[in-house]
């Protein structure tokens, strides 16, 4: 996990490209994998993301999912003074933990995972926050959540992100005893600030800098599968005892 967010926060940050995809009820003492995939778009931005989750139901209201999500996200600065089209590409990879809770037909989910280290006069940071609450069953569900990350790098290169998301989703799911294919469709609301400084050390040579700070009304389309113990099942009810009677009298 500490390389992955390193890894992150050296990238430029956390860029906007939704949720994962709000947990359905599943079988008790249960481990899924799922992958999902999908891409994103808006103006002068588009994205590519890829994620895959590792979890269960552990008992009847409470589950947990350790996810992993890599990110390609461009995003297009105009043109420069040679009439030239430039843009800045962010790629990046980041895991968190997902607790999630049933309450009949309502699921919350609250995505954490956060990173610090400092040496040598510099540091990194990164972090993830959100939740999500949602209203379904085994094969759909629609949901609203919110969704908040920052990543720091502070050294000769400077880099700064943040994000902060508003998201409407839905899912529909067809379902097997342990198979299960899902198309995850959301509208993402966001402000995202980024912000990178190269210092280059000479003061003969300028240094190098970038800033941005974005909203996007985005469009994000995913698709997942997922494999394990999906399907609930009744519990197994005990078999009803004959009540005592009494032998007939014998004449």
């Known amino acids: 996990m500490t390389c992955a967010l390193v890894i992150a926060a050296q990238s430029g940050c956390f860029a906007p490209h939704g949720m994962a995809p709000l947990p359905l009820p599943m079988a008790r003492d249960s481990a899924v994998v799922e992958l999902a995939g999908g891409a994103a778009a808006a103006s002068g931005r588009t994205a590519a993301r890829t994620e895959l989750g590792l979890g269960g139901q552990v008992t009847d209201w409470f589950g947990l999912e350790l996810r992993g999500q890599y990110l390609h996200v461009v995003e297009g600065h105009g ?10 590409t962010v790629n990046a990879f980041y895991p968190y933990l997902r607790p999630f809770f049933f309450a009949g037909p309502v699921t919350i989910a609250v995505p954490v995972s956060g990173f610090a280290f400092g040496a040598g006069g510099g540091g990194i940071a990164a972090g993830l926050a959100g939740a999500s609450v949602g209203f379904g069953g085994p094969h ?15 050294s000769s290169r400077h880099s700064e ?9 839905a899912r529909y799911a ?3 005893d342990y198979w299960r294919v899902s198309i995850d469709p959301q509208l993402v609301v966001s402000r995202h600030y980024m912000k990178y400084t190269q210092d280059s050390g000479n003061s ?9 700070d974005r909203h996007f009304a985005m469009g994000v389309i995913q698709v997942s599968v997922a494999f394990g113990d999906l399907k609930q099942r009744s519990r ?3 078999a009803a005892q004959p009540r005592n009677q009494t032998p007939p009298a014998t004449p």
């Open 236 to 238: 197994a009810q005990p």
């Open 174 to 176: 067809l379902l097997g």
């Open 140 to 154: 759909w569900n629609v949901f609203t959540g919110v969704q908040w990350q920052a990543a720091q790098v502070v």
């Open 161 to 169: 992100s943040s994000v902060r998301e508003l998201c409407f989703g």
């Open 79 to 88: 043109t420069d003074e040679a009439g030239r089209r430039s843009s800045h």
């Open 204 to 212: 003969t040579v300028a240094s190098t800098s970038f800033e941005s």
